[in-house]
């Protein structure tokens, strides 16, 4: 089984700066099959990244994802007020098939 | 555009009851796409509870609600189902159904808003 350890749990950062978190599996990925979302109080997760790297529909170009087996990134270039939420990443490829870390929050 | 209503949630549920959770779509071919459950329970991350493939005929449950939840669809009528059974404390939770970006990959392009479910005595 595949477990997602997200890291750090909570992160403090201003606009401006840059954030970066991690997805860490405790087994290889394969495939780059990893993907994230960004959830804001009250609401549904929103798909970010897909394929380890693929930004999807609509999404600035500020976030981007990376890595690959065990490790993988997402990185924020500049944050903006409305990027304080929780980010999740799923593996979408190995046992369960579908799995989810516990979250970063991302706070001011 | 693409919208996902849930419905059916909302009410407290006594342990060992059941509930029907429905999911009204428009905006796409909803025939064409994989759908999902997904929950959170409060406070907590999220869990993919069940996935139904494009006709039906295939479908995943995760261990935690295997013989217990049943998934299903209507494409006749745009709708994806939940039957949920012999509920317990820990199924408390919002709900989601999401649609499943189309080919392999095994992520959710869109959600709805979300449906909470309570069992509680």
């Known amino acids: 089984e595949i477990v997602l350890t997200q890291s750090p749990g909570t992160l403090s950062l201003s606009p401006g700066e840059r954030a970066t978190l991690s997805c860490r599996a405790s087994?290889?990925?394969?495939?780059?099959?990893l993907a994230w979302y960004q959830q804001k109080p009250g609401q549904a997760p929103r798909l970010l990244i897909y394929?380890?790297?693929k930004r999807a529909t609509g999404i600035p170009d500020r976030f981007s994802g990376s890595g690959s087996g065990t490790d993988f990134t997402l990185t924020i270039s500049r944050l903006e007020p409305e990027d304080f939420a929780v980010y999740f990443c799923?593996?979408?490829?190995?046992?369960?098939?579908?799995?989810f870390g516990q979250g970063t929050k991302l706070e001011i | 555009e693409v919208q996902l209503l849930e419905s059916g949630g909302g009410v407290l549920v006594q342990p060992g009851g059941s509930l029907r959770l429905s999911c009204a779509v428009s905006?796409?071919?909803?025939?064409?796409?994989?759908m999902s459950w997904v929950r959170q329970a409060p406070g907590k991350g999220l869990e993919c509870v069940s996935v139904?493939?494009?006709?039906?005929?295939?479908?995943y449950y995760a261990d935690s609600v295997k013989g217990q939840f049943t998934i299903s669809r209507d494409n006749s009528k745009n709708t994806l189902y939940l039957q949920m059974n012999s509920l317990r404390v820990e199924d408390t939770a919002v709900y989601y159904c999401?649609?499943?970006?189309?080919?392999?990959?095994?992520?959710?392009?869109?959600w709805g808003q979300g449906t909470l479910v309570t069992v509680s005595s």
């Open positions: 999401a649609k499943r970006m189309a080919g392999t990959t095994r992520v959710f392009d869109y």
């Open positions: 905006g796409f071919t909803f025939s064409s796409y994989a």
């Open positions: 139904i493939s494009e006709t039906g005929s295939h479908t």
């Open positions: 087994q290889s990925v394969s495939g780059s099959n």
């Open positions: 394929d380890a790297s």
């Open positions: 799923q593996q979408y490829n190995g046992i369960p098939l579908y799995s």
